[in-house]
């Protein structure tokens, strides 16, 4: 595998492209954008560290579903399609293990349908700032709360499946209750919010 490092604006590859091969996150975080014919386009899902993308594109041998567009400075390892391909019809290993993928990101998606199903909006806007937050935080800075939002405000209420002004109500809602401080792009976590889920996941396991 090859190891590259990639700046926050540059893409992966682009909807429509051939599939280039599979590209494993090692750091950073990847939004995977897709559009419709009249341009209008929606950000689907972040991918972090330890996720896979463009595998399935490999296995079916056909074009990219999606835009994979680097948020937030990442080093990702990829393997050319042709090559994995060759790998893949030699070790039956390598077949199960992405058949095991496969599986894996199918039920992390009904997971996220669930949750727009069962969870109230303001829970899950708290749950994607803390997941960014652990992905953006710069570890060697003094203020561990600070960190600046690597996607538009339009894109989180994609994600979240509501519209951008129920957003901006349940954010001020947020800032009024002490919970966050958005400035710009620049947001503040208080840490009780933090403690709160690490509770309730502490809560789950036992």
Known sequence: MTLKR?????TLYLQGDDSPGIYCIESGLIGLRRSDE???????RLAKTGDMLGYRSVR???PQHNTAEVLADAKVSSIESGKIRW???RSRVLHDHLFQKALQDLDRTEA???ELLTSGLKERLLNLLLDLHDTCVDRHQVDQSRFELPIQKKDIAALL???????????SLLERDGDVSL???????????GDQRMMAEDRYVA
């Open 38 to 44: 009249k341009g209008n386009s929606a950000l689907l």
């Open 60 to 62: 079916q041998a056909c």
């Open 6 to 10: 990639f700046s926050a604006g540059q």
């Open 112 to 114: 996220c349908c669930a």
């Open 87 to 89: 790998l893949i019809s």
């Open 161 to 171: 499946g509501t519209s951008p002004a129920a957003l901006s109500r349940v954010i």
């Open 183 to 193: 400035k710009g792009r620049q947001i503040s976590i208080t840490k009780h919010v």
